[in-house]
C-alpha cells in the first residue's frame, strides 16, 4: 500500500478454483477461512472507514481466489456490493485477481459493467513444463490470450509470477520475467515459493521429492528479475507472501518465506553494483561508498551483511558506507585509499 493507494482486501479463498495446485492452500495463505459474501464486502469497507483519509486512492480488492471463475451469480452479489460502496464514495475502485483461463468477452463486459478497474492474472511460469509439474491446468498461450484481451478491453493489467516452482529454474524464472515484459503489464508481483502445510507440495517436499526454494535462492533469483523489470518500466509492486499471522505461526513450513523478503532482494542488488564497482580495487585500501540516504541500511545489509562480503571478497582494510546526494539505486565511490 502505497501513499497514494489504500488497498482493502476481501479474500475469497479457493471460490472458483476448478484445479489444486500443489503449492496453494488459500486459507492457510491468506488466513480467511469463511468465502466472501456481500456482508463481507460491506463490513470489509465499514472496518477501513476508520482509517485516516490521506486522500489515497481506496480500492476494494478481491484476492485470494480465481474471482472470474466463481458461478456469475456470486460474482455479481460481491461486485454489486463494491459497486454500491463506490456510488456511495466509500471507495474509488475494484481490483480483482483471476486465473488466466478464467478471461473471456463476456467475463471483461461484466467486469466493466460493475466498475472493476483493474485485474490481475496468476501467471505463475510461461515454462510449460513447471505448469503442468505444478497442477496449474492451464498454459503459457492462455497467460498471453487472457494479457491480450484484458488490455484491449481497457483494464489497466497485473501480471503475478512465482519462483521456485517444481521443475523451475533461475534460468525458466528469468524467461518467464522476460515473456511477462513482452506483454508489458502494469506492473508484476513476484512470489517466491513457499511450502504451506496441508498442500501437495508439503507431501511432495516430505517425501523428498521437491527441493525447497529456500530464502537465499529466492534473494538470488529475485535479485535478478527485479532490474529486468525496472529497465522495462514495470513496476514490481509485491515481492514475497504478505506476511500473516498463520504463516509466522507455523502454516509455512519452509521455503522462501521471510517478512522483509524485499529488503533482502534490493540488499543483494546494491551489493552486486558494489562489487562491480569495486572490481580491480588493490587489496588493504580504505573504501568510502555513497547512497541515498533512504538505501543507506539496505546498502550496509542485515547485520552488517554486505560490508563483511564486500570487505572479505575484496580485502579490504576498511569500508565504510555514507548517505550522500545520489539517485536510488545508484552508488557512489566517494574515496578510495590506498596503503
Known sequence: MSARECVIPVFVPHLGCRHECVFCNQRRISGSEKAATAATVKQAIEQSAALPRSGAKRQLAFYGGSFTAIEPERQEELLGAAAEAIGKGEIDAI????????????????????????????????????????????????????????????????????TGLPGDSAEKDIETAKKLIALR???????????????????????????????????????????????????????????????????????????????????????????????????????????????????????????RALSRALALEELRIRSCKAERGEIVLLSIEKR
Open 95 to 162: 481490483r480483482l485477481s483471476t486465473r488466466p483461463d478464467a478471461i473471456d468477452e463476456t467475463v471483461l463486459a461484466r467486469l466493466k459493467r460493475f466498475g472493476v478497474e483493474t485485474v490481475e492474472l496468476g501467471a505463475q511460469s510461461m515454462d510449460g513444463e513447471v505448469l503442468r509439474l505444478s497442477g496449474r491446468g492451464h498454459t503459457a498461450e492462455d497467460v498471453v490470450r487472457s494479457s491480450e484481451a484484458v488490455k484491449a478491453a481497457g483494464f489497466p493489467l497485473i501480471l503475478q509470477m512465482m
Open 185 to 307: 503489464p502494469d506492473g508484476v508481483r513476484i512470489y517466491p515459493t513457499v511450502i504451506v502445510r496441508d498442500t501437495a507440495l508439503y507431501d511432495l517436499w516430505r517425501a523428498g521429492e521437491y527441493r525447497e526454494h529456500t530464502v537465499e535462492d529466492a534473494v538470488a533469483v529475485c535479485a535478478q528479475l527485479m532490474p529486468l523489470f525496472e529497465e522495462a518500466n514495470i513496476p514490481v509492486i509485491r515481492l514475497g507472501l504478505n506476511p500473516t499471522e498463520e504463516l509466522s505461526q507455523g502454516a509455512a513450513v519452509a521455503g522462501a518465506y521471510h517478512p522483509a523478503l524485499g529488503e533482502l532482494v534490493r540488499s543483494r542488488i546494491l551489493l552486486e553494483k558494489a562489487r562491480a564497482l569495486l572490481a580491480g580495487t588493490e587489496p588493504g585500501s580504505r573504501v568510502t561508498l555513497g547512497v541515498n540516504a533512504a538505501e543507506l541500511s539496505q546498502m550496509i545489509g542485515q547485520k552488517r551483511q554486505n560490508v
